[in-house]
């Protein structure tokens, strides 16, 4: 076994903390000696910037991949869906571990009957402008309200502000033992790419490192997430954008479900493919993006981009 101490980067949110510890015990169970570094991102200490008007590609994850850049740490983990589709030069996906829950889900702190009132007036809490516009595409009599901070924080301000809803990863509150019994599953809101994986990076040249991560690697979870990513790569590059994309496995290939949606939520196309085998899931990801593309998402990509 490697003598080594395995550096692990993690930020100090509650969330990552528990993504990093699910890295750190994996790799002790192997044998290896761990620990863990804890280091603060621009994405926590920012708390009022909305995502999306911060402008700049992988907010959470460049303090980490710095950190592995500078060889302070030996491995960064993160929640996939925040790592842009185009690794920081120098850098390598080890592993994606086995996903957990995609869905996003509505905490209501008055309770949910107001959903089903389908002219009322509600204000729902989220700084996600996937959720935004999906949220205004179903909902667009609602008025939806910035929240930002880590997990922690979001849920703590729902309960003392005046909103209807807010909206969560279901992840990222089942890891933090934060999701209430009476959360709201939204199984009809699409997920962001690679929404509930956790993926370990180490650096390319660090052939140590990725041979400890490789047993880690949830081989289903890599392709369905990484099938997303490339429907997002395909449409836009990876920037903050109403793009959301789920994968699976069907019979015996893979089915993925992909939206794009204007911010204002008045215009939203999917699209639907499936490939009858894994041996032909590599390029699904972009020929969905591709197809949504032809079939019309053209003139609505642009419509986005004008807006970003
Ligand atoms: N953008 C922040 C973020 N990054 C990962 C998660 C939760 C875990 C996940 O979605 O994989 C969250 C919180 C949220 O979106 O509510």
């Not at 002790?28 to 621009?42: M, Q, R, T």
């Not at 402008?55 to 460049?62: A, D, E, H, P």
């Not at 850098?91 to 869905?103: D, M, P, S, Y």
């Not at 959720?131 to 729902?158: C, D, F, I, S």
Request: charged residues 20%; contains cysteine; aromatic residues 4%.
């Amino acid at each position: 076994m490697n003598q080594e101490i395995i550096r692990i980067g993690t930020r100090d949110s509650q969330l990552a903390l528990w993504q990093a510890h699910q890295v750190e015990q994996a790799l002790k169970a192997l044998g290896h000696a761990v620990e863990l570094v804890l280091i603060k991102s621009e994405g926590d200490l920012d708390l009022t910037t909305p995502l999306y008007e911060m402008g700049v590609q992988g907010i959470f994850t460049k303090t980490l991949d710095a950190a592995l850049l500078a060889g302070r740490i030996d491995v960064a983990v993160h929640s996939m869906k925040d790592v842009p589709t185009k690794l920081a030069t120098g850098l390598q996906q080890a592993a994606v571990l086995e996903r957990g829950n995609h869905r996003d889900v509505l905490i209501t702190p008055k309770g949910a009957a107001f959903l089903d009132d389908h002219m009322g007036k509600a204000v729902i809490a989220t700084s996600s402008i996937r959720r935004r516009a999906q949220w205004l595409h179903r909902y667009p009599h609602h008025e939806l309200t910035n929240l930002r901070g880590n997990v922690n924080t979001r849920m703590k301000k729902v309960f003392s502000e005046p909103w209807d809803g807010a909206i969560f990863a279901a992840a990222g509150l089942e890891r933090t033992g934060l999701l209430p019994a009476d959360a709201v599953t939204l199984d009809w809101m699409l997920p962001a790419p690679a929404q509930g994986a956790v993926v370990a990076v180490c650096r390319e040249n660090d052939a140590v490192t990725a041979t400890a991560l490789a047993p880690l690697n949830h081989a289903l979870t890599a392709l369905c997430a990484g099938i997303e990513r490339d429907f997002l790569r395909t449409l836009m590059g990876g920037c903050s954008t109403p793009i959301s994309a789920y994968a699976q496995p069907w019979e015996e290939g893979i089915h993925i479900q992909g939206n794009i949606c204007s911010p204002d939520g008045s215009d939203s196309r999917f699209i639907n493919l499936t490939v009858a085998s894994m041996a032909a899931a590599a390029n699904l990801g972009q020929q969905a993006a591709e197809r949504l593309l032809a079939e019309g998402g053209n003139t609505l990509m642009d419509k986005i981009r004008a807006h970003g």
